[in-house]
Every structure is written in C-alpha cells, then in structure tokens.
C-alpha cells in the first residue's frame, strides 16, 4: 500500500516538473499550438541627405546620415493592438555643415548640434486585410552655423501621419518610391516576418530670414524595415 502511494506522489511531482519545465507530459495529449497572442516589433528607419541655404548670408550647404531603431511589442487587444515601447536607439548619426565661400569655409558637425534625431512609432494600426505603422524621425534644428532663422530638418515619416507643417504634405513632396508603411495581415500568421519599403524626397521653400528671404532645398534618401517575432 505504502509502494502504491509513494508511487502515485512520484507520478504527480514529475507531471509538475514537466509543467513548469516546459516538457510535454506522458499522460497529456498533444494539443494544436495556439495562435500568436503578442508579437516582438522593430522598426528602424535609416535615412541620407542634404541640405542647403541660399541668402540671407553666406550659402551654408549640409549632409546627413541617420538610423534609428524603435523596439517593442505588440499585444492583441479584441479587433486591434495594444503597442509597447521598449527602447529606441540612434544606431548611427552624422551630420557636416559648411559656411562660408572659399576664402573662408567652416565646418561644423554633429557634435555641434543641440539635439539628436527621435523616431517615433505613434500606432499600429489592423484596416481589414493589412496593418499600418504611423511613425515619424524628427530631424535636428538647422543650419548649425549663426543664420537669421532656423528649421526643424525634415527626416522620414509615414503617410498615414499627419503633417506637422502648412503647406504640401511630406508624402505629396516623394519623388520616387512610396512612405505608406502597410503589412499584410498574414504576417501575424507566420513566426517571423520582415519588409522592406524605401523612398526618395524632395522640398525646396522659400523662408522669411531677418530683413531679407533664404532658400531651403532639402532631399534624402529613406528605407524603412518592420520586423515582427511571434510569441
């Protein structure tokens, strides 16, 4: 009777080393796996360009390298998502400003800068068949050098998201390429899934400087990738 019992209380706590060790049980049958309930998310935006100032001064001209990553997760919550951040790193960012014509260049760089570039990632959003992502990169305060006025330099954004300045819309102002970031919904499906999208964008604005006017002429080359892990 003793050996019975003994045997039956060995039998439960291997059951519970199982459990908790993630092993499938002897006795238990094998069930189907259930559907992804929250999924690991990144997106990094990797973006190239230049600028330049005409008037009002010296001609100052810039180029600019930038990525950044957005890490978090997304959880389902009934027909939509919940979106967590986890954290968002500047991978990479340099910048060179010159002022001046020949007989008197200066050079200022990303150190010279007060701010860095900031990506956001606003909302995941599921329309139906696809999902989009409304992010935004805010650019940096420029030019570096003294000017009479100075402009938040334009980095990528999603189309989804709505402008931040009068005037045409970032997307309407992409001369190659698209900024709609849309996945297929199938992706949840799948244990892991990443794309790809890339665009090129182009703005030329005249701006009020001091007594007189500057022409800004900006344009960068973007590539955007969304990755999902299944969980």
Do not use: Q
């Not at 334009?154 to 390429?177: N, Q, T």
Request: hydrophobic letters at 40%; proline letters at 7%.
């Amino acid at each position: 009777m003793a050996c019975k019992s003994f045997g039956r209380r060995l039998a439960r706590t291997l059951a519970g080393m199982a459990l908790v060790l993630g092993l499938p049980a002897a006795s238990s049958p094998a069930r189907p796996s259930a559907r992804p309930s929250w999924w690991e998310i990144k997106l990094t935006v990797t973006v190239a360009g230049g600028y330049s100032f005409k008037g009002a001064g010296a001609p100052i001209s810039g180029e600019f390298a930038c990525r950044a990553r957005w890490e978090g997760s997304l959880e389902v919550d009934g027909e939509d998502f919940l979106l967590y951040h986890f954290r968002t790193e500047v991978l990479e960012w340099r910048l060179t400003e010159t002022s001046g014509r020949p007989a008197g260049v200066t050079v200022l760089g990303e150190k010279d800068a007060v701010e860095k570039p900031n990506l956001r990632l606003n909302y995941v959003l599921k329309d139906g068949k696809s999902i989009d992502v409304d992010f935004g990169l805010i650019g940096v305060p420029v030019p570096l050098h003294p000017f009479p006025v100075k402009v938040g330099l334009e980095f990528p954004a999603s189309e989804v998201r709505p402008a931040l300045l009068e005037g045409p819309d970032y997307a309407d102002l992409i001369v190659r390429g698209s900024n709609r970031i849309v996945l297929p919904a199938s992706d949840l499906l799948s244990p892991s899934a990443e794309r790809k999208f890339a665009w090129e964008w182009r703005r030329e604005r005249r701006l009020a400087a001091g007594t007189g006017s500057a022409l800004l002429d900006e344009r960068h080359k973007a590539e955007v990738v969304v990755s999902l892990v299944a969980h």
